[in-house]
């Protein structure tokens, strides 16, 4: 299995990346999960609180569950990822089985931010965006997938998103492999990222041939 990161700002466009570029690899060839589905759960503190804890940091993410099913997708072995609740900050079930594939996408805000998730990362790539444009993506996703007003998107990304983001998510930057800035068409980004997969791919597929011609 390949597995590719790929990380950015919150409203950088990284989920739709995802699928793009699945789309232009094929998608019977890839399998995608998101690092978003494994926040903790906080069902056990009341409505009040859980609207109070900060989902922008490191700490808000269950590395240790993550990191043991991407261990399981590269051994071969189908996951549940957790369905977590936006609206409600509570954990509901589970999310349909993801079956390994050739190719797994992996995107997440704090993807490269975790030494060990890195290291199980074949490809990192960053998506950037200016900071304006990922505040209006973000209010256009939440007020419509997770309903929220437009004031509580506004106030949270100006006391939690944006400081998390300098702090946590924008140094990362530095441990991608490939960064792509998402401020305008994304077909572009997704067929320049396509092509960087198959030119590694390729490489992967050269490498194999050659050890066993070695053995041979």
Known sequence: MFVIGIAGGSGSGKTTLAGAVASALGPDRVALLAHDAYYRDRST????????VDHDVPDALDHEQFLADL?????????????????????????DPIEPRE???????LLFHDPAGREALDLRIFVDAPAALRR???IARDTVERGRTRESVVR???ATVYPAH?????????YAHLVLLNAGALAPLAEVAATVI???LARRMEDSLGARRQLA
């Open 198 to 200: 198959r030119t590694h």
């Open 103 to 109: 190719i797994l996408i992996v995107e997440g805000l």
């Open 166 to 174: 300098v702090a946590y998510v924008g140094p990362t930057k530095a």
């Open 45 to 52: 503190l009341d409505p009040e609180a859980r609207a109070l």
């Open 136 to 138: 209006q993506r973000r």
């Open 156 to 158: 949270q990304f100006s």
């Open 71 to 95: 261990a399981r997708l590269k051994t071969g072995q189908p996951v549940r990822p957790p369905r977590y609740c936006f609206a409600t900050h509570r954990r509901i079930g589970t999310e």
